[in-house]
Nanobody, 121 residues
Framework: QVQLVESGGGLVQAGGSLRLSCAAS????????MGWYRQAPGKQRELVAD???????NYADSVKGRFTISRDNAKNTVYLHMNSLKPEDTAVYYC???????????????WGQGTQVTVSS
């Protein structure tokens, strides 16, 4: 059994910063890519950023230059540092790991429970 647990969401004023964390737990051997998605009310879930185990990153155009994704492979944890937040960043943020290698075999499509980020104007 694998779990992804997010933390760090909250309410912040426009221009402020937040850091989200997502820790994977279970009998994990390795995790390739990890990423952050978000879903605003009435909108589809969208990719915010992702990062490979080697550190290669990819960002949505809307967050480039403001958000930074990083990870600690030893802790099976991924972070999202969000700066210069805007009201349009308001959404539930979800952690994702497409494939996790575990003692019981690969686990596909793992998602966290989500953490709310609200940016006030």
């Amino acid at each position: 059994q694998v779990q992804l647990v997010e933390s760090g969401g909250g309410l912040v004023q426009a221009g402020g910063s937040l850091r989200l964390s997502c820790a994977a737990s279970g009998r994990i051997f390795s995790i390739n890519a990890m990423g952050w998605y978000r879903q605003a009310p009435g909108k589809q879930r969208e990719l915010v950023a992702d990062i490979t185990s080697g550190g290669a990153t990819n960002y949505a155009d809307s967050v480039k230059g403001r958000f930074t994704i990083s990870r600690d492979n030893a802790k099976n944890t991924v972070y999202l540092h969000m700066n210069s937040l805007k009201p349009e960043d308001t959404a539930v943020y979800y952690c994702n790991a497409p494939t996790i290698a575990t003692a019981r075999g690969p686990v596909f499509g793992s998602w966290g429970q989500g953490t709310q980020v609200t940016v006030s104007s």
